[in-house]
């Protein structure tokens, strides 16, 4: 399993952007990959997810204010975090599959290695 960080959280107004960042330790060119997120009392629950092939899916709660992006040169994901609401506050995980060059998903039993999160806080 790829071994994952990520950074970049942390406590904004609502309105605000924040840019968190994945670097993994291995290769992620032909890998898909995605950030989850999981608020005290819930669900973990899918994003936004980037296919090998760059091609993307957003859940929709995020879609038109969330950007996902990888660089594999830099071995790295991101998530552009616009127009953060107080619901957006949840831990923020970085995921990564080696099954999938890319699949239509933001379930996180299609992916295997994750990162320790990273907090985001969104207060009105």
């Known amino acids: 399993q790829e071994h994952l960080v990520e950074s970049g959280g942390g406590s904004v107004q609502a309105g605000g952007s924040l840019r968190l960042s994945c670097a993994s330790s291995g290769d992620v060119d032909n890998y898909l990959m995605g950030w989850f997120r999981q608020a005290p009392g819930k669900e973990r629950e899918g994003v936004a997810s980037?296919?090998?092939?760059?091609?993307?899916i957003y859940a929709d709660s995020v879609k038109d204010r969330f950007t996902i992006s990888r660089d594999n040169a830099k071995k790295s994901l991101y998530l552009q975090m616009n127009s953060l609401k107080p619901e957006d506050s949840a831990m923020y995980y970085c995921a990564l599959t080696t099954r999938y060059y890319w699949k239509d998903t933001l379930r996180s039993t299609d992916f295997e290695s994750w990162g320790q999160g990273t907090q985001v806080t969104v207060s009105s």
């Open positions: 980037i296919g090998a092939n760059g091609y993307t």
